[in-house]
């Protein structure tokens, strides 16, 4: 059996970077005084005339990215999540949003697996705060193959988009010829008959982990990974609750906006399915190892089998 692969969503980010900067000379990339973390550097080395550090002024960032793209330039403005989405909400409501510029905002460092740098580095709220901006794109890749993909899809859509990485090295999942990557459709990676697990980001993962210690146990699960959590695929997930029933969204962010409150928000208006809301329960990050808070709450795979088989038996 071949190792399994792994690598951080960051890691992935800085490397689709430089390969969008040798095809598109209008690619420019800034960073707030973290491009070592970002993963940034990388740009910064192949190309440091279309590289900005624009110190630790993340709002400021944002403005800059703004006036490049008003210029015909397509910037990534990157920078940890709770900066990019937190600290700079209304530059990025204000300035890119509002007028729908063409500037791509690569947020890493995203939700509970920063680990140790605790709470306050801990953004578990940026899926929400993005969700209310109309017209942002937001995408959560699951792995290293779909963030890669996810960065060239962003250049090529025109209009804000906000990508979310992860610090945590996650296991490739999607190493298949057959895979694709479009925006706003979802990927089924497993096919069940008694309940749905729809999972993003680095849950995905671990959802499937859970499938198959369900299925040991005869329950059948489906598994939908939701690189895009807006535009939503509003048809796979009205599919999945038609022919399953039972729903189970799983992220890491807060169960308060993000991916379970728009696939909630999809179902109301159909009438079907009954959804259970996996992720952090309304209470702020903590200090601790990232793969032991995971555990902690609930969004490994073990964490996960137990919370949908419960809700299965019903």
């Not at 509003?234 to 999945?240: F, P, Q, R």
Request: hydrophobic share 40%; glycine share 10%; proline share 3%.
């Amino acid at each position: 059996m071949s190792e399994i692969k792994m690598i951080a969503t960051r890691e992935s980010y800085g490397n689709a970077l430089v390969e969008l900067g040798k095809k598109y000379e209008n690619v420019v990339v800034l960073d707030a005084d973290l491009a070592n973390a970002t993963k940034t550097d990388k740009f910064k080395k192949a190309f440091p005339g279309r590289h900005i550090d624009c110190g630790i002024a993340e709002a400021n960032m944002m403005g800059i990215a703004a006036g490049l793209s008003a210029t015909g330039k397509i910037p990534f403005a990157s920078t940890f999540a709770m900066f990019a989405a937190g600290r700079a909400f209304e530059q990025v409501r204000n300035s890119i949003g509002y007028p729908h510029l063409n500037v791509k905002i690569g947020a890493t460092h995203a939700g509970i697996s920063v680990g140790e740098d605790g709470a306050t580095h801990q953004c578990n709220e940026d899926i929400a705060l993005m969700r209310a901006i109309p017209g942002m794109v937001i995408i959560n890749p699951s792995d290293d193959v779909e963030a890669r993909a996810a960065v060239e899809a962003a250049y090529l859509h025109d209009g804000p988009v906000y990508l979310r990485f992860g610090r945590l090295a996650v296991p490739v999942i999607h190493d298949g010829p057959d895979y694709h990557f479009e925006i706003g459709k979802g990927i089924l990676l497993r096919d069940g008959t008694e309940v749905t697990i729809i999972a993003t980001g680095l849950c995905v993962s671990h959802a499937l982990d859970a499938a198959k210690k369900l299925a040991t146990d005869g329950i059948r699960a489906r598994v939908i990974n939701i690189h895009t959590i807006k535009p939503l695929d509003e048809e796979l997930v009205i599919k999945a609750a038609r022919e399953t029933k039972k729903i189970v969204t799983v992220e890491e962010h807060s169960v308060i906006g993000g991916l379970g409150s728009a696939v909630c928000d999809v179902l109301c208006r159909q009438g079907v399915g009954k959804v259970k809301k996996l992720g952090i329960q309304d209470v702020f990050g903590e200090s601790g190892p990232a793969k032991e808070l995971i555990a902690k709450y609930g969004l490994d795979g073990e964490g996960i089998y137990q919370q949908v088989k419960a809700f299965v038996e019903e």
